[in-house]
Nanobody, 127 residues
């Protein structure tokens, strides 16, 4: 069964850090671009970051540039999102996503590009 599982969320104070993980099972992650998205209550799901299959292409939303870093460890079949200097407005459920079975050289932070999603992990930042 093809599956993505996010972990690493939690409750932190403003200015603190978290590292989210997106682990794949049932398929080899290193063929595919991966995207991170988030959805706050009452808001649309928005793209946060993405990374291409070989890590040559990464993208970030303007709101997280300079604070978040995406990376991947293909040997562990896992993609990470390091989130530093967290703010209350970063509070949301964070999801990772993949588009299977198409192999793309680039990555995108457009949710319509992806066809498989994890279940999400909650990130709450208190002020």
């Amino acid at each position: 069964q093809l599956q993505l599982v996010e972990s690493g969320g939690g409750l932190v104070q403003s200015g603190e850090s978290l590292r989210l993980s997106c682990a794949a099972s049932g398929f080899t992650l290193d063929y595919y671009a991966i995207g991170w998205f988030r959805q706050a209550p009452g808001k649309e799901r928005e793209g946060v970051s993405c990374i291409s299959r070989n890590s040559n292409n990464t993208r970030y939303a303007d709101s997280v540039k300079g604070r978040f870093t995406i990376s991947r460890d293909n040997a562990k079949n896992t993609v990470y999102l390091q989130m530093n200097s967290l703010r209350p407005e970063d509070t949301a459920v964070y999801y990772c996503a993949v588009y299977i079975p198409v192999v793309q050289p680039m990555c995108y932070t457009t949710k319509g590009f992806y066809n498989r999603w994890g279940q999400g992990t909650q990130v709450t930042v208190s002020s």
